[in-house]
């Protein structure tokens, strides 16, 4: 029996599969836009979606990415199934293997997705963990590239707490050939095992001390909420104030340089009214690409035959 292509991690996967994804999302985004005639690959295919944690863009993108390419969502939240009750993934996994043709998980621990993928006989995917964030980062390089061309030897700076997102553009700057600078407080900084496993791949990665430095002359500036769901109460983010996005910074950065972020935002807090409202700005964008850059991954684990 083949295996299944899971989803789980850019650092799971290589390079010019990433790439292929990347350009898939595009083709696929153009494709919508010119209003060709519609594609059905995953017809009578179904995903189940599981959410351990609450989600606006991960469910509506990946529901709606089924359903341009064909095939059916179930959602899945934890209080509506036996995991809530104490159920193992890998029970879990066995079962939904009889009746779905993937799962994609938002979970809290990254222990989680592990198991359920160990044990699943269909394809698993990554829609966020304490971890990682693999689908969000197909969804950015595509926003990159989409208005400033290709991210290979760019400099892209993240500003912030080292959290699951940060964990990812480090992958990301392996995988993608681009140098990433870290601005954050050392006391948040990102986990070490993270940074050596960038250093072993020969990724370019800084860590800043100041705002200032990770941003100056960059390609894009990146941030994420400064409290995701399942912090600590008593994360310090008076911390991360110097590490706001504001105008002040953005001046900082390349002429054209542009402002991602993959929501939910606080205005006032991690970025500031101004530059997220701001014309450098493309967060909007970068939303509606999580649909596009779904039915890229959706395919590549359902359909490969059928990636543009």
Known sequence: MTPPRHFLGLDTIEPALLRRLVDAGLALKRARLQGGAERH???GKSLALIFEKQSTRTRVSFEI???????DALVLNSNESQISRGETPADTARVLSRYVDAIMIRALRHETLSELAAYASVPVINGLTDRSHPCQLIADVMTFEEHRGAIKGR?????????????TWVQAAARFDFTLRLGCPAPLRLRADVLAWAKAEGARVELCPR???AVEGADCVVTDTW???GDAPDKPIDLL??????????ARAAPRAIFLHCLPATRGQEVSAGVIDGPASVVWDEAENRVHAQKAILLY??????LP
Do not use: T
Request: glycine share 12%; charged share 15%.
């Open 241 to 250: 104030r110097a590490f706001q996005v504001n105008e002040a910074i953005m």
């Open 227 to 229: 409290v995701s769901m």
């Open 155 to 167: 400099v892209i700076a993240w500003l912030g707490d080292g959290n699951n997102v940060a964990a």
């Open 211 to 213: 705002a200032e430095d």
């Open 301 to 306: 684990c359902l359909a490969p035959e059928a």
């Open 65 to 71: 990415a089924m359903r341009q390419l064909g095939g």
């Open 41 to 43: 690959p995953l017809g």
